[in-house]
């Protein structure tokens, strides 16, 4: 059988000694962003990268094709023009647990009734989503439904 060495610190040893249990953990290298040609643009257009930074890699703003970053910047503002739409009308929230009373609802288009319609998140916060009130979320989906706002 092969024999795998592994240094422990005094600490660890210590706690092995005092009957601590040992769970073997696989070291996993964190992954970076690397691609920086497309710079995802708040304006639609994405424009060629020229001085890119670690900063701006590591946020996100840079696809490797054009299309990607074309894709990505149109979905941004239609994301942030409705959250600014929300936060203008004082119902965007913070999302909140399932135990606490809140304020989980957020807006999607339904493709087979080509209507905007409000949604209820219990369980699940995703990421980039802006949440509102009920009411606010309503409001905001009859606005957009009658073409009073657009996204």
Not at 41 to 68: C, I, L, N, Q
Not at 109 to 137: C, Q, R, S
Request: charged share 30%; glycine share 6%.
């Amino acid at each position: 059988m092969k024999q795998i060495k592994i240094q422990l610190t005094k600490e660890q040893q210590d706690d092995i000694n005092n009957g601590a249990e040992v769970v073997l953990v696989p070291f996993h290298k964190k992954y970076s962003l690397t691609e920086r040609t497309w710079y995802i643009s708040f304006y639609g257009e994405p424009s060629k990268s020229v001085s890119a930074t670690e900063r701006h890699v590591a946020s996100g703003m840079y696809r490797k094709v054009k299309e990607d970053a074309k894709r990505l910047s149109e979905r941004r503002i239609k994301s942030e023009r409705l959250s600014a739409l929300a936060c203008e009308l004082g119902v965007e929230r913070d999302f909140t647990k399932r135990d606490e009373k809140g304020s989980n609802y957020y807006i999607i288009f339904d493709v087979l009734k080509k209507l905007y319609i409000t949604v209820n998140a219990i369980d699940w916060n995703t990421i980039g989503v802006p949440y509102m009130t009920k009411e606010g979320a309503n409001d905001i989906c009859e606005m957009l439904n009658n073409g009073e706002f657009e996204l």
